[in-house]
């Protein structure tokens, strides 16, 4: 594992941490849904929450690193993993957990339903 993607799983994990801190259930982590990938799947209560981890120098930053692109690839990916589970009548929200991470401490913030679901084509 290079030192970038070791950097990247320690955000990922201290964004898990400090939602599980906040009262959300664990589901999964980096599910690859064909060609797409969600950092992290969490549960609050009835809602699953598809959530996209940002790690940058800046918190403040981070979320606008998530672009019409990556909202359209994070959607597809939830649709497909609830319907490959017959879950696509649950409740479901997107979160974005930007992490800031100046080389000495990490610092978290949290965007409760940061994007509605992407539309257009998912199944191509």
Request: proline share 2%.
């Amino acid at each position: 594992m290079s030192g970038r993607q070791s950097l990247g799983r320690a955000g990922e994990d201290a964004a898990r941490l400090y939602l599980e801190q906040k009262g959300l259930r664990f589901v999964a982590a980096n599910v690859r849904v064909k060609r797409d990938e969600i950092d992290l799947i969490m549960e609050e209560g009835e809602t699953l929450v598809f959530v996209e981890v940002k790690l940058r120098k800046d918190e403040w930053d981070a979320p606008f690193a998530v672009d019409e692109g990556k909202r359209r690839r994070i959607s597809r990916a939830a649709v497909v993993y609830l319907a490959e589970r017959g879950l696509l009548g649950r409740a479901a929200r997107f979160d974005v957990v930007a992490v800031g991470f100046d080389g000495t401490r990490m610092c978290i913030r949290h965007l409760e339903n940061a994007f509605p679901l992407a539309r257009g084509r998912y199944f191509v």
